[in-house]
């Protein structure tokens, strides 16, 4: 296997932990943190289970994935981007996400305050927030591309008091962030946001059409991948933030829309990535290796 260089420090820290707790299993979900203890935990021939969210795999899946017992898919096109070993079982079963309530969607307007005759558009960046998002949104609202369309808006908290005052209930309903977040997803047509991994699967078990703008920098280019996958399944639209603007976002928004099949195929597209028993398949499954 590849040589790690980890701090020592951190690298002994995490031996002490597996001493302490004698794990029967080491499960990580492939960030740089997690490589200390996977180093100590092949040290120790400790069984190893990856979880990895995203289509393009983080640096911590792609070294460990040869010797882990486990691999579990987010993304069925990260196994291309993998060398696993002979030994490694490797599963998609999804991401694990909470699944979609059992409310529909004119319950979810009206607990929220929505008008019920018009289409809905969910738009929001993350806890964060998303700036280029926020400023294009607001931008389409100045120039009134999204006339006739209802929008539930999370701006992240960063930037919720720049833009609070775009909030004009029951038209345009603006928050910091939206918690809980199930009402919004049933209540909406189309999802415009990030392309993270979690966002990405809750849009898929929601069934909605997205227009996905990824995070440029994200490690690995990472949101990219998870955006080409889902415009490739037909599930969603991709604009590169470089590309973002008020009249290709509204454009994109307005496309969908106004064409119920082009919405039902992206909508079918979308169940069929959904992945409601996840949690329970992979937690099985780490289970019985754990014996």
């Known amino acids: 296997m590849r040589s790690l260089v980890v701090a020592p420090w951190t690298f002994a820290a995490a031996r002490r932990l597996l001493v302490r707790e004698a794990p029967a299993v080491v499960v990580a979900t492939g960030g740089y943190a997690c490589v200390p203890v996977l180093a100590a935990a092949r040290l120790r021939h400790l069984p190893i289970v990856l979880q990895e969210a995203n289509a393009m795999p983080g640096l911590a899946t792609r070294w460990f994935a040869r010797v882990a017992r486990q691999v579990h898919l987010g993304f069925p096109e990260a196994a291309d981007r993998l060398r696993t070993g002979h030994g490694t079982v490797v599963t998609t079963f999804g991401n694990p996400v909470a699944p979609p309530p059992s409310l529909d969607a004119g319950a979810a307007r009206r607990q929220l305050g929505l008008p019920t005759d018009a289409p809905v558009v969910f738009a929001f960046g993350g806890s964060q927030g998303s700036h280029a998002l926020n400023r294009t949104i607001a931008a389409a609202l100045d120039m009134d591309l999204l006339s006739g369309v209802a929008l539930c808006w999370g701006t992240g908290a960063r930037e919720f008091e720049r833009f609070r005052t775009y909030d004009r209930p029951p038209a345009v309903l603006?928050?910091?962030?939206?918690?809980?977040?199930?009402?919004?997803?049933?209540?909406?047509?189309?999802?415009?946001?990030?392309?993270?991994?979690?966002?990405?699967?809750?849009?898929?078990?929601?069934?909605?059409?997205?227009?996905?703008?990824?995070?440029?920098?994200?490690?690995?280019?990472?949101?990219?991948?998870?955006?080409?996958?889902?415009?490739?399944?037909?599930?969603?639209?991709?604009?590169?933030?470089?590309?973002?603007?008020?009249?290709?976002?509204?454009?994109?928004?307005?496309?969908?829309?106004?064409?119920?099949?082009?919405?039902?195929?992206?909508?079918?597209?979308?169940?069929?990535?959904?992945?409601?028993?996840?949690?329970?398949?992979?937690?099985?499954?780490?289970l019985e290796l754990a014996g």
């Open 174 to 286: 603006v928050r910091p962030f939206w918690d809980p977040i199930a009402a919004v997803y049933r209540a909406s047509d189309v999802v415009v946001a990030r392309a993270g991994a979690m966002t990405t699967s809750e849009v898929c078990a929601y069934g909605l059409p997205a227009i996905l703008i990824p995070l440029p920098g994200a490690a690995a280019d990472h949101q990219t991948r998870n955006a080409e996958a889902l415009m490739a399944a037909g599930a969603a639209r991709h604009i590169p933030e470089t590309d973002l603007t008020p009249t290709a976002l509204a454009g994109s928004v307005r496309r969908i829309l106004r064409d119920p099949d082009l919405a039902s195929r992206m909508s079918q597209a979308a169940l069929k990535r959904a992945a409601p028993g996840a949690s329970r398949r992979i937690a099985e499954a780490i």
